[in-house]
């Protein structure tokens, strides 16, 4: 189980994508919320570096998000 922790000013647009997401490689589950960051625990076999680099990777390829500034790091990254 990876940690991963999403920030963004625009916060709502990636938790409405990450809420419940999962493919062959992630199940995601959010944990927590607190202002512009949020917490999700992640079934994946990827330590929670990885899990976050493959996260990004993944709402990069989603219309838009180009448009918006975002991290998703392990967390306690910062």
């Known amino acids: 189980m990876a940690k991963v922790q999403v920030s963004a000013g625009m916060l709502k647009k990636l938790t409405d994508f990450f809420d419940d997401y999962s493919d062959d490689k992630v199940k995601c589950k959010r944990v ?12 994946t076999e990827m330590n929670s570096a990885e899990a976050a680099a493959y996260m990004k990777s993944v ?3 989603q219309p838009g998000a180009s448009m918006l500034y975002f991290s998703i790091v392990e967390e306690g990254a910062y």
């Open 32 to 43: 927590s919320t607190s202002g512009i960051k949020a917490i999700y625990e992640v079934e």
């Open 59 to 61: 709402f990069k390829k």
